[in-house]
């Protein structure tokens, strides 16, 4: 009997993928943010994922599960906190709630502990 792994996904120059972010096979998530999944679906369990905001793009009111680990690599972002803008680290504790937009278009690397709720 074989032991079955999970591929391995290496994300090479992160800093920089939104010079190359057409590259990516994103997915729509909600209106003007698109997803790419790096492991989870975002029903059960830990997930994590680039999301690719428009401007203007945003993400409704929602509550956290589990910890939520925000990293802004291109652009900006707004939440009750502030613009959090590119190299910045946001980390969401369980029971925070929050909206989420971009005035002008971002790039994050977003790490769910648990799922989120709307």
């Given at each position: 009997m074989t032991e079955?792994?999970?591929?391995?996904?290496?994300?090479?120059?992160?800093?920089n993928i939104a010079s190359r972010q057409d590259e990516l096979p994103w997915?729509?998530?909600?209106p003007g943010?698109?997803?790419y999944r790096l492991y989870g679906n975002g029903?059960?369990?830990?997930?994590?994922?680039?999301?690719?905001?428009q401007p203007e793009a945003s993400v409704p009111k929602h509550q956290h599960t589990g910890f939520?680990?925000?990293?802004?690599?291109s652009g900006s972002q707004t939440d009750?906190?502030?613009?959090?803008?590119?190299?910045?680290l946001v980390i969401n504790s369980p029971g925070t709630?929050?909206?989420?937009?971009?005035?002008a278009g971002c790039i994050v690397l977003v790490i769910?502990?648990?799922p989120i709720s709307y």
């Open positions: 079955q792994h999970e591929p391995v996904l290496i994300l090479k120059d992160l800093i997915q729509p998530f909600r943010v698109d997803i029903e059960e369990g830990s997930a994590a994922a680039l999301l690719r905001y939520e680990h925000v990293f802004v690599i009750g906190n502030g613009e959090h803008e590119a190299g910045t709630k929050h909206s989420v937009k971009s005035q769910w502990e648990k």
